[in-house]
C-alpha cells in the first residue's frame, strides 16, 4: 500500500478486536495489514494491540485515545456474531459521527463484489481531535477500507487540526 498518501507525521494507533488472535488461534492480519500500509503512507504507527472481544476492546480503545493519536483504526469485532461489540465500545468514546465514511468503506466491499460488506456495523467519529475508523475484521475488508481512506484521510486529519475544507 505505499505510494499512497503522505500522513508523515500523524501518529496512528490500531487495536485489532479478535478473541481468536488474541488466544493465538491464528496470527493477526488485519492489524497487520492496516500497520504495513500506513507505515508505507509514512505514518508514526507501533505493532496493534491485539485484544478479545468484550470488555478488553472498550479498556484498549481508551488507552489509545489516551496517548493522543491522529488517527486510531480498529479491525474486527464489527460483525453480527454476539460477541461482535467493537462498534458499541467505539461510539461511546465518540463526540461526533462521521457516517460518510463508515459508508463509503461498507460500500467499497460491495463494489469489490463483496454483497455481506453491508453487514458490517463499524463507525466512524471523532473523539476530541482523534479521528476513530472500525475497519472490517477480514483481509479483503480491510484492504478495500484501506482504499477509502486513502483517499480522504489527509484532507480528513488536516480538517480535525482546524484546517479549512
Given at each position: 500500500?505505499?505510494?499512497?498518501?503522505?500522513?508523515?507525521?500523524?501518529?496512528?494507533a490500531v487495536v485489532t478486536?479478535?478473541?481468536?488472535?488474541?488466544?493465538?488461534?491464528?496470527?493477526?492480519?488485519?492489524?497487520?495489514?492496516?500497520?504495513?500500509?500506513?507505515?508505507?503512507?509514512?505514518?508514526?504507527?507501533?505493532?496493534?494491540?491485539?485484544?478479545?472481544?468484550?470488555?478488553?476492546?472498550?479498556?484498549?480503545?481508551?488507552?489509545?485515545?489516551?496517548?493522543g493519536p491522529d488517527l486510531?483504526?480498529?479491525t474486527g469485532g464489527t460483525?453480527?456474531?454476539?460477541?461482535?461489540?467493537?462498534?458499541?465500545?467505539?461510539?461511546?468514546?465518540?463526540?461526533?459521527?462521521?457516517?460518510?465514511?463508515?459508508?463509503?468503506?461498507?460500500?467499497?466491499?460491495?463494489?469489490?463484489?463483496?454483497?455481506?460488506?453491508?453487514?458490517?456495523?463499524?463507525?466512524?467519529?471523532?473523539?476530541?481531535?482523534?479521528?476513530?475508523?472500525?475497519?472490517?475484521?477480514?483481509?479483503?475488508?480491510?484492504?478495500?477500507?484501506?482504499?477509502?481512506?486513502?483517499?480522504?484521510?489527509?484532507?480528513?486529519?488536516?480538517?480535525?487540526?482546524?484546517?479549512?475544507?
Amino acid at each position: 500500500m505505499s505510494g499512497g498518501p503522505d500522513l508523515a507525521g500523524r501518529r496512528v494507533a490500531v487495536v485489532t478486536c479478535s478473541t481468536r488472535a488474541a488466544a493465538g488461534v491464528y496470527p493477526d492480519r488485519g492489524g497487520a495489514l492496516i500497520v504495513e500500509a500506513l507505515r508505507g503512507w509514512g505514518a508514526s504507527v507501533d505493532d496493534p494491540v491485539v485484544v478479545p472481544d468484550g470488555p478488553a476492546v472498550a479498556a484498549a480503545l481508551a488507552e489509545a485515545l489516551a496517548s493522543g493519536p491522529d488517527l486510531l483504526l480498529t479491525t474486527g469485532g464489527t460483525g453480527l456474531t454476539p460477541t461482535d461489540g467493537t462498534p458499541e465500545a467505539t461510539r461511546a468514546l465518540l463526540d461526533r459521527e462521521v457516517p460518510g465514511l463508515a459508508e463509503a468503506v461498507r460500500a467499497r466491499g460491495v463494489a469489490q463484489g463483496v454483497p455481506t460488506a453491508v453487514l458490517s456495523r463499524g463507525l466512524a467519529g471523532l473523539a476530541g481531535r482523534t479521528l476513530v475508523v472500525n475497519l472490517p475484521g477480514s483481509s479483503g475488508g480491510v484492504k478495500d477500507a484501506l482504499a477509502v481512506l486513502a483517499e480522504v484521510l489527509p484532507h480528513a486529519l488536516d480538517q480535525v487540526a482546524g484546517g479549512d475544507h
